[in-house]
Nanobody
């Protein structure tokens, strides 16, 4: 069983940066993803990374601002978030395994979520 844990949420001003991290058993063997859910909205895909770390995919709204990567051992997933905007405010979830980085499919395991708030 994959038990996912996220770290690194917080409050930041517009234009600021945060880094989220996710750990879990055996995640170095799986394609993994980040999702987010804003208040009153459906959960949405944010970014995904292949098990090798060589391939990534992003939702259009974060391209050029967010970067998903793996630690050297592959067992930590990072989401580097730059130039954060109020519309990025949400609970962010680490999730996986995903079927592919281009079509995540049904995801079996989710972390508990970490709150990211972008506000003046």
């Amino acid at each position: 069983q994959v038990h996912l844990e996220e770290y690194g949420g917080g409050v930041v001003r517009p234009g600021g940066s945060l880094t989220l991290s996710c750990t879990g058993r055996s995640i170095e063997n799986y394609h993994m993803a980040w999702f987010r859910q804003a208040p009153g909205k459906e959960r949405e895909f944010v970014a995904a990374i292949s098990w090798t770390g060589a391939d990534t995919n992003y939702v259009d709204s974060v391209k050029g601002r967010f970067t998903i990567s793996r630690g050297n051992a592959g067992n930590t997933i990072y989401l580097f978030m730059n130039n954060l905007q109020p519309e990025d405010t949400a609970v962010y979830y680490c999730a996986g395994p995903v079927r592919s980085i281009w079509s995540t499919g049904t995801v079996d395991y989710w972390g508990q979520g970490t709150q990211v708030t972008v506000s003046l």
